[in-house]
């Protein structure tokens, strides 16, 4: 087993690494939408006592996407790689629609198995975040 770290990806917001391979896979920590040595969230408006004021689900997921194949590239492993994709969601109901289209954009060419699931909040202030299993070279 190794652990795996991008210097680009955001920093973890708690003591894991960004990725654990076991044998020929690769295992994702939670990947969210913030940007390495940024305060700012990507798409996020926060009140003055750091709740979400507003959010931009569309931009939160270009991001997160983003953060995903940084983390995987650095890893030795790739986009086409993903074979597995979790994806926490803080409200479906008008969230999924969007997320799911861009999804599409992102997984036209391989298609991972998936789970979505509505979730009540996610440690920082976003609206999306990703699990991911991907098989390394």
């Known amino acids: 087993m190794s652990i795996h770290n991008s210097e680009q990806a955001p920093e973890p917001v708690g003591l894991y690494p960004h990725a654990r391979k076991v044998g020929d896979l690769l295992f994702l920590s939670g990947v969210g939408p913030r940007e390495k040595g940024k305060k700012e969230i990507p798409g996020v408006t926060l009140a003055s006592d750091g709740t979400i004021e507003s959010y931009d689900i569309e931009t939160q997921c270009h991001s ?43 997984f036209k ?29």
């Not at 590239?73 to 109901?93: P, Q, R």
Request: some cysteine.
């Open 109 to 137: 060419d391989n298609l991972p198995c998936r789970t979505t699931v509505e979730i009540n909040c996610l440690p920082t202030p976003i609206g999306i975040e990703l699990k991911c299993i991907a098989t390394i070279n």
């Open 64 to 106: 997160v996407f983003k953060n995903v194949r940084l983390i995987l590239e650095a890893s030795g492993s790739s986009w086409e790689n993903l074979i597995d994709v979790t994806v926490f969601l803080t409200n479906m109901k008008d969230d999924f629609k969007i997320y799911n289209k861009i999804y599409a954009e992102y």
